[in-house]
């Protein structure tokens, strides 16, 4: 009797160790998906009355309010209404201005009528100046739209800087507030005129641009031209709360470059940072893009940015040769840019794939098996990633205009179906075909990324190779490991890597993946598919963390017994 209240007693302790493993798991991925969001959130406002040599998103949200007043598209009387507030603040800062002014056709008016478009210009000039940094935004709107966010809140920024570049020290170099007309039309009448004719070009020697297509989220570093290394070194030292990723430099690059004022300025050779926040961009182009839907906490990232690599390339000689190789990088936590040169990228993969081969061999893990079950891996992601986008369709065609929050939702819960539908073609395929290693499997995936990537887009390839590299840490380790601290362990080596990386990743393509209804030009409906693949990718990678008796076997040295 003793010896079965003892078996009892031990069979119940195990069962309570087992609960304890199994809970760690997805109270580990939900904080680290929560850490993996803090790149994401801009910093919070500044009050009216912060310090004068700081930059303060309440006092630049006064701007904002002034210029939103109604659409202000090229050519129109109320155009000329918020070049005159320009001007008139430059000059209540003791700031001259000058006009350029150039002819063009009406775009959104008459066929055949010209109208006047204006760029408004300032100088801060510097002591002893090398070139000057160049502040860039555009004030015209298209008809629809008031312009809150696109462009007002950069108008905002630049105002803002400026009084708080007046309120410190002067710097080195020379400031230039440049504020577009003629932007929204593809041929961006203002930033070429500027470019092929204004003096003031020959001077600039770094270009900061400020955009918007949405209502809220980070200043994300969209683009990057110039030297890329000694760049992101500078952006590293310069602004307080880092939102860069290579992953959308090469993307842009992939493209053509991203299609705003600072394409001017790229394509003469000028270095320089093009920044914009994303979320919230169903309003893009529409009525309710208003100056109460500028978030303040985005507007202070804007301004923050803006204010930060002023004044440090405004003390710096840009006229400085600089290094020029290509990098690799990406924000993690708040503050800290992770970056390394990109010639690394593939060398990288091709050690994450020899360490995999290792593991294989240490494992007596079967090659056929690994194929098998790459293959049934890949074609589960593909179906749940094809249905589900399919499902995103329908939503985007039924509801044009979602708001952010209930865009999150549908997103999660398309991620779950997906999972769903994954999870379940796995099992199912992998009982057809016996003795397929589904583990092993979504780690050669990763790595074949990873090597594509690599040799193809080096500054996306870390995308791919950290979640690799800890996949196959994660199969090296013990798998008679026992107890949550095992569980934390193993779940921390493949999470951390893998959603550091893939959350801002899949956020960034979500953004561009919403509906627009009011530019249908910039909506990319098919970007949803990526952002799902991404999400099922780490669903196939993490499963092993949950399973440990299916025809894969959990994480581990030990080959699966079949």
């Known amino acids: 009797m003793a010896t079965h209240d003892g078996g009892s007693k031990a069979a119940g302790g195990r069962r309570l160790r087992d609960m304890s493993s199994a809970a760690v798991v997805p109270v580990t991925i939900g904080v680290v998906v929560l850490l993996s969001l803090v790149p994401l959130i801009p910093p919070r406002a500044l009050a009216v009355d912060a310090d004068p040599v700081e ?20 050519g129109s009387d109320a155009i000329a209404r918020v070049r005159r507030n320009i001007v008139g603040t430059l000059a209540a800062m003791e700031l001259g201005s000058e006009l350029q002014s150039v002819m063009a056709l009406d775009y959104f008016g ?16 510097g002591t002893d100046s090398t070139g000057a940094v160049l502040l860039m935004a555009h004030y015209d709107t298209v008809p ?3 312009g809150g966010n696109d462009n007002s809140a950069a108008v905002a920024t630049l105002l803002e800087a400026a009084r708080a570049l007046l309120a410190g020290e002067p710097l080195r170099n020379d400031v230039i507030l440049l504020f577009t007309d003629g932007e929204e039309p593809a041929p961006r009448f203002g930033s070429v005129a500027f470019v092929s004719d204004h003096p003031w070009m020959d001077d600039v020697g770094l270009t900061l641009n400020f955009e918007a297509i949405g209502r809220s989220g980070p200043s994300v570093m969209i683009e990057m031209s110039g030297p890329d290394r000694s760049m992101i070194e500078h952006y590293a030292a310069a602004v307080q709360h880092p939102a860069a990723f290579s992953l959308t430099n090469a993307v842009s690059r992939l493209i053509g470059g991203s299609n705003t004022d600072f394409g001017q300025f790229r394509d003469a050779g000028i270095a320089g940072f093009d920044f914009a926040y994303l979320h919230g961009s169903p309003i893009y182009h529409t009525s309710n893009d208003d100056a109460e839907s500028v978030s303040l906490r985005s507007l202070q990232h804007h301004g923050s940015n803006a204010l930060s690599l002023a004044r440090h390339f405004g003390s710096m000689d840009l006229a400085r040769p600089t290094d020029d190789a290509e990098s690799v990088f990406f924000t993690v936590g708040g503050s800290w840019v992770v970056r390394f040169p990109a ?19 240490a494992g007596r893990r079967k090659v056929r098996r690994l194929l098998s079950g790459a293959g049934i891996v890949l074609s589960a992601v593909l179906a749940g990633t094809v249905l589900s986008s399919m499902v995103w369709w329908l939503l985007t065609r039924a509801r044009r205009t979602p708001g952010m929050w209930e865009s999150y939702l549908y997103l999660a819960v398309l991620l779950a179906v997906g999972a769903f539908i994954l999870i379940f073609l796995m099992r199912r395929l992998s009982r057809r075909s016996g003795r397929a290693d589904l583990a ?6 990763w790595i074949g990324l990873a090597v594509l990537t690599g040799a193809t887009l080096p500054g996306a390839g870390y995308l791919f190779a950290l979640p690799a590299l800890a996949g196959v840490v994660a199969l090296g380790m013990p798998a008679a490991g026992e107890g949550w601290q095992f569980s934390l362990l193993r779940t921390l080596t493949v999470a951390v890597p893998t959603l550091v990386v893939m959350v801002p990743a899949m956020d960034f393509f979500f953004q561009f993946a919403q509906p627009r209804p009011g530019n249908l030009d910039s909506e990319v409906v098919s970007l949803i598919s990526i952002t799902l693949f991404f999400g099922l990718i780490v669903v196939a990678l993490f499963r092993p963390l949950w399973a440990s008796s299916d025809a894969s076997g959990a994480f581990g040295l030990r080959s699966p017994v079949n």
């Open 55 to 74: 930059y303060s998103a309440e006092r630049a949200i006064e701007h904002v309010r002034l210029v939103a007043q109604e659409p202000h598209p090229m």
């Open 110 to 125: 008459e066929p055949g009528r010209t109208v006047d478009v204006i760029n408004v210009m300032s100088r801060i000039p």
């Open 144 to 146: 629809a739209t008031p």
């Open 343 to 361: 010639s690394w990228a593939l060398p990288f993969a091709i050690l994450i794939a020899l360490a995999f081969w290792a593991v294989v061999v």
């Open 440 to 445: 092993g499997g979504a780690v050669l995936i």
